[in-house]
């Protein structure tokens, strides 16, 4: 059933993706269309700088993540036992190497982890979660975070922060030039065509952003369920990362945290979990805490 699950959540990454390439092209064509009379021309030029974008990005993805949510690097047992050694622990039986540990000074229970492969991964936890957890529930919250290195989460999340970001620099370049630039087109076309395209490539540029979010929150959801379960595959114990979970609903909102790398985290830190509508869920990066609790309760 795990082995099942996982093939269908790389089907669902490769769609996503796939998603992703397919709308910057589209805001590239928009772009094009608007300012230069040309969608190919636009097409090239986002796909370029994407690329450019992302390989940047890709290149130092750990220290900016950390930098963005201002998270400390600890580098022995010394510095935070428990934390170092769970860690340590955690990637010894996911057979990956062990990766760079930080702390983030902030009250608020949460971790995460990132970085472009096992090889170069990193995880961090907040001062509130290594207060608040004990032993097996931090080993539940370390164990499903290492799901995310083992599983390759973290360069699939890496990419999709690299592209939505790309597709905000896009959006907001349209948006700047439109400003502060005349606004024209090479083209004279006032056919209704034409003016149906117009519309259409600004609508485009103005929800382009929403439908990034969305492909992100997509990804992101499909993620967790399976780090979720890697994390019992992992410690032998579901009911430390049920523990952990349930804390986890009475968490504040972090008061640090970046909302570009927010579906990193292992819940939602810019939120609350608890006294919302089922309706507010419905774009979360994070399915609901009760729904991850009771799947693992079923395993």
Request: hydrophobic content about 50%.
């Amino acid at each position: 059933m795990l082995y099942q699950q996982i093939a269908r959540n790389k089907r669902k990454t490769i769609v996503v993706l796939a998603g992703f390439f397919l709308l910057i092209s589209l805001v590239g064509a928009a772009f094009g269309r608007l300012f230069a009379g040309t969608a190919v021309g636009g097409v090239i030029f986002a796909l370029i700088l994407t690329l450019i974008y992302v390989v940047v990005i890709w290149g130092q993805s750990t220290d900016v993540v950390m930098n963005m949510n201002h998270a400390k690097e600890i580098h022995s047992a010394q510095e935070a036992p428990q934390l170092w050694h769970v860690v340590e622990d955690m990637a010894m039986v996911a057979q990956v190497p062990m990766p760079r540990v930080f702390i983030i000074d902030d009250p608020s229970p949460n971790a995460f982890a990132t970085g472009n492969d096992p090889q170069h991964a990193a995880v961090a936890a907040t001062a509130g979660l290594l207060q608040m957890m004990d032993r097996e529930e931090l080993e539940g919250v370390m164990g499903h975070e290492m799901s995310h290195v083992r599983n390759y989460d973290i360069r699939l999340q890496t990419i999709a922060l690299a592209l939505a970001s790309a597709i905000s620099l896009l959006v907001n370049f349209a948006g700047n030039f439109w400003w502060w630039g005349d606004g024209s087109r090479d083209d004279d076309d006032d056919s209704a065509g034409g003016v149906i395209a117009l519309v259409g490539s600004i609508l485009l540029i103005i929800l382009a952003p929403l439908a990034a979010t969305i492909a992100q929150m997509a990804l992101s959801r499909n993620r967790e369920y399976l780090a979720d379960a890697g994390s019992v595959e992992l410690t032998r114990n579901p009911q430390g990362l049920i523990s952990a979970l349930e804390k986890l609903k009475n968490a504040q909102p972090m008061k640090a945290a970046d909302q570009s790398s927010s579906a990193l985290y292992i819940s939602d830190p810019l939120r609350n979990a608890r006294h919302r509508p089922f309706w507010d869920n419905l774009f979360d990066t994070h399915p609901p805490l009760d729904d991850r609790i009771e799947r693992l309760r079923h395993m």
